[in-house]
């Protein structure tokens, strides 16, 4: 041959290759499984995809996101679907389900609990949603760095907003949810009130007002990972955060992070499964297998989440109870997110949030 | 063209017409010849960059989704005029209720209920809800007439008794509309359809005061320009001065954050400006400060880490200029009797020009179109238009919003071109 037929044979040859390396995941048969990342997702490949490949020999690819429903309704709307399985907070749970961008799931199909409790009386009530089936409540808390106050420490939810005994920069979540609920309880409206007040246009103004209050101390952060590590790099006094996260800082990580359990805002995590997923049979049977009593208990050995099934929420080692949301003593001044609250007012109040930020 | 003319002329003169027109038809098949092996890639550009622009455009114009899912509603609404009555015909309430129903069941009604959500805060519940509740409603009876629905409808939800409510179905029911070109520059419509800013506290992108969006990217990126010039003009200097060897060495220096990935150039400077980073433990160290100063997550932080990402595209250009630049003329002036300044500002200066000229242009157009730096070490009140329309087109999803100020950057950036094409000249444009 000669050299430049070579030059040809080799160039395509490559392209070949290339193209053929490029096919996606899903014509493998691996199940594309998206989560929150760092320390969430680790307890998620501990408790739930490494025993399933086990079992099934089907490869798990783990992807993650920051949450909310754009990603999935793209992807859905464009009839180009790459997820398989979707790990998503309550709201967006009821959000997607209204829009037809899940796929529904048959509860009944769900494993009983090992002395034979149907699923749907061993899910806490009203967790179990048409298109989606819970895992776990996770709660948002407020937490600070005990080295950081030497006198007086903060331990209410008020006390986030008072700059002045509490020096400092604070860390919240770039999105309105649970900020607006924070800025109405440090404003006095009692932990049952909150939704009504902010159902109306002057109990919006008066969580924006508050917050007003402390805008310019605020760093902001998308990740669920960067609360703690603002928290060590002192680049905040204190911050909101997800409570396993926290735990994973304190406990695993050996940091002096105390959590303010007081205002706490519990919410569900729960799988979806987008419509049109490529791999739908697999899908369901992943959601099945990682939702029965041992696989949901497993999960709170490396991460604090309180298991949504009461069979394995009996399960839980004492040594993770303390750091459960659902303990308790934890729960003494708790908020349940709600869902359908945000589920419906989450757009415009979101615009508001965004277009107040930028100002 | 010139050659072609004389050779035609030659030709006459050789071998009378019959020459000159066979010359003709020979150089035009030489055209078409030469624009057909160009075709291929114009067609190539054409579906791979000229179309997919074309088309994000026109998508700010396009709202197709009330049209779509509500079409025997907005026809019902075509003769209502909301100034003169404050509710629609009772055929109206029909309509709606039915496409509601309909849309319900399909699972199209959210997103009908957040396109209206964009236009009027809280139409989404109030949609959402009606649709559930109509469900329900149908399970039992439907109602019978036009009146039946309107008053089955105000049961529903006692909104629907008000005019806004309405006429916002009506305003965002055109399929081709001025609405998000509006909205990017915080217009909207009142009740009549006139054009009108839009509420106070909702004003972002033009009327909120000089940090509003559009005034905000156009000054920072002039920033940006001013002191990549200040400082890019003295190392281009330097380089296009010194022998060649230690030139090249420098060059290379230059040229290594091109090596780097963008992202851990940036994340680098997060490192260097924190509150416990770098820059400010140096500060206390040297005494020159007693409180850590923030220095990141704020206007400081962005200008400096735009500035040290874009000086290489300031530098080069400068450099290529200067390059050609004889230093006989400096010389000259010298023994002329001018003094080093003189003969540096009057001489040298005037020469490296269009190198300014390129190096501003190009990097004043990469900072109007930044995104991931100022969202990276920017604060919130820091964040450039392409933040904005990336927030649309990934979490609010509001694509039209999107492509609206996306096609308003591109246009002006095409101005920019246009008057700097003007003034200067494209063809002047040296870049190495």
């Known amino acids: ?359 | 063209m010139s050659t072609s003319l004389d050779t035609l002329q030659a030709a006459q003169v050789i071998g009378g017409d019959s020459l000159k027109a066979r010359l003709a038809s020979a150089e035009r098949r030489n055209k078409i010849r030469a624009f057909l092996l160009v075709v291929p890639l114009l067609l190539f550009l054409g579906v791979t960059f000229f179309g997919p622009i074309a088309s994000m455009i026109g998508r700010g114009f396009e709202d197709p989704l009330l049209p779509d899912n509500l079409p025997l509603t907005l026809e019902a609404l075509a003769d209502w005029d909301p100034s003169t009555s404050p509710l629609p015909p009772d055929k109206a309430f029909r309509a709606l209720g039915e496409e509601m129903l309909i849309a319900h069941k399909a699972h199209l009604l959210g997103r009908v209920a957040t396109r209206l959500n964009y236009a009027k805060g809280g139409m989404r519940s109030l949609v959402t809800k009606s649709g559930r509740k109509i469900k329900r409603l149908a399970k039992a009876k439907l109602p019978a007439d036009d009146k039946a629905w309107r008053t089955a409808l105000l049961k529903v939800d006692k909104r629907w008794g008000k005019t806004i409510y309405w006429a916002t179905i009506k305003n965002v029911g055109h399929r081709y509309t001025l609405n998000f070109y509006l909205r990017s520059f915080d217009l909207g419509r009142d009740l009549t359809g006139a054009i009108t800013k839009v509420v106070e506290n909702q004003r972002l992108y033009f009327f909120n005061g000089a940090n509003s969006v559009w005034q905000r990217t156009i000054w920072i990126s002039f920033l940006v320009t001013a002191f990549c010039v200040l400082l890019g003009y003295p190392v281009a200097y330097l380089l296009a001065t010194l022998p060649l060897r230690t030139s090249n060495l420098l060059m290379i220096l230059v040229l290594l954050p091109f090596w780097t990935s963008l992202l851990v150039r940036t994340t680098a400077w997060i490192v260097v400006l924190q509150s416990e980073g770098v820059l400010n433990n140096l500060l206390i160290f040297l005494g020159l400060i007693d409180h850590r100063v923030q220095l990141i997550f704020n206007r400081f932080g962005v200008v400096v880490s735009m500035t040290h990402i874009l000086l290489p595209f300031m530098i080069l250009p400068i450099y290529s200029v200067m390059k050609n630049i004889s230093p006989s003329y400096v010389r000259a002036a010298r023994s002329l009797g001018a003094n080093p300044f003189s003969a540096f500002w009057r001489v040298y200066f005037p020469q490296s020009v269009p190198g300014i000229g390129a190096g501003g242009l190009l990097v004043y157009i990469l900072a109007l179109g930044y995104y991931i730096t100022p969202a990276l070490v920017g604060g919130p009140k820091d964040q450039l238009v392409s933040y904005f329309i990336a927030d649309h087109t990934t979490h609010t999803l509001n694509w039209g919003l999107a492509a609206a100020l996306g096609g308003i950057l591109l246009v002006g950036v095409l101005i920019i071109y246009a008057v700097y094409d003007r003034l200067v000249g494209i063809d002047n444009m040296k870049l190495g």
């Open chain 1, 1 to 359: 041959m000669t050299s430049m037929r070579k030059t040809l044979c080799l160039a395509v040859a490559s392209t070949a290759l290339g193209l053929g390396a490029a096919l996606p995941a899903a014509a493998s048969g691996a199940l594309t499984v998206v989560s929150w990342g760092g320390a969430y997702t680790k307890s998620q490949v501990m408790a739930y995809h490494k025993p399933w490949v086990k079992k099934t020999g089907i490869k798990i690819n783990s992807v993650d996101y920051n949450g909310g429903m754009a990603e999935v309704k793209a992807q859905v709307e464009s009839g180009n679907v790459t997820w398989d399985v979707v790990d998503v907070e309550a709201s967006d749970a009821v959000r997607g389900c209204d829009e037809g961008l899940f796929e529904e799931i048959d509860a009944s199909t769900l494993p009983p609990a090992p002395d034979g409790t149907p699923a749907s009386k061993d899910f806490l009530p009203g967790t179990i949603y048409p298109c989606a089936i819970p895992e776990i409540v996770w709660s948002t808390v407020v937490a600070y760095d005990k080295t950081k106050f030497t006198g007086k420490k903060p331990s209410k939810i008020g006390d986030f907003f008072d700059i002045k005994q509490f020096p400092g920069k604070r860390g919240l979540r770039k999105k309105p949810k649970v900020n607006l609920e924070w800025a109405l309880m440090a404003d006095g409206v009692p932990t049952d009130k909150v939704y009504e007040v902010l159902g109306t246009d002057a109990g919006v103004d008066r969580a924006f007002k508050k917050l007003d209050q402390i805008k310019s101390d605020i760093v902001w952060w998308e990740a669920g990972a960067q609360p703690p590590q603002l928290l060590a790099d002192g680049e905040v006094a204190m911050t909101s955060a997800y409570n396993g996260r926290l735990f994973n800082a304190q406990v695993n990580e050996h940091k002096p992070f105390v959590i303010i359990w007081d205002g706490q805002v519990w919410d569900l995590d729960l799988w979806a499964i987008p419509k049109g997923a490529p791999n739908l049979q697999a899908a369901l049977e992943f959601v099945r297998y990682s939702t029965d009593t041992v696989r949901n208990y497993d999960q709170s050995n490396y991460i604090s989440y309180g298991p949504v099934r009461k069979s394995a929420a009996a399960l839980v080692k004492p040594k993770m109870r303390p750091y459960m949301p659902t303990n308790p003593k934890n729960f003494k001044n708790a908020l349940k997110n709600d869902f359908e609250f945000w589920a419906d007012h989450q757009d415009e109040l979101t615009d508001r949030f965004t277009t107040w930020l930028s100002r």
